[in-house]
């Protein structure tokens, strides 16, 4: 019993001590859930959009044209993938990356890609990492929302 609880109080004492990572260069946010009637309404305060805990998977910069599926809601992403961020329970991310620009999308529990946004050049979810900064980009999966 003894040995228990001082391999115990050891993993305590790690677990505490660990400090999240925090990306000197790269991307950090947090990724919300929208769902349901979103219209604007004089009787109703809009909703907090709630985070949740899922995958991001970040790629080379991506059009319409490189992925299959509809919309929004893709199957397959023909691009490289550069790299998976996991969110907390509370829907945060930080994730070190080189410089350069990068499209990121949801992953669903339905196994499919989530991206609803893009830039002037038709690249979705974009996201450019500049030198030695961190960018500060929150996502929102749409899934069920209406607007």
């Not at 003894?2 to 660990?18: E, G």
């Not at 000197?24 to 985070?51: C, D, F, H, L, W």
């Not at 397959?76 to 620009?101: E, F, M, Q, W």
């Amino acid at each position: 019993m003894k040995i228990f609880s001082i391999i115990s109080a050891a993993l305590l004492m790690a677990c505490h001590t660990q400090k999240p990572m925090v990306p000197t260069q790269g991307i950090a946010g947090y990724v919300y859930r929208e769902t349901g009637n979103q219209m604007p309404s004089p009787n109703r305060a809009p909703r907090k959009p709630k985070g949740i805990k899922c995958d991001l998977y970040i790629y080379q910069p991506t059009t319409l044209k490189q992925t299959t599926g509809d919309a929004t809601v893709f199957t397959a992403v023909s691009t490289k993938l550069i790299t998976i961020a996991h969110t907390d329970s509370a829907g945060h991310y930080s994730l070190n990356l080189p410089v350069g620009k990068y499209s990121v999308f949801i992953r669903t529990d339905k196994g499919t890609f989530f991206a609803d946004e893009s830039d002037g050049e038709g690249i979705l979810n974009p996201v450019e990492v500049m030198v030695n900064k961190v960018t500060d980009r929150n996502f929102k999966l749409r899934i069920g929302a209406v607007y």
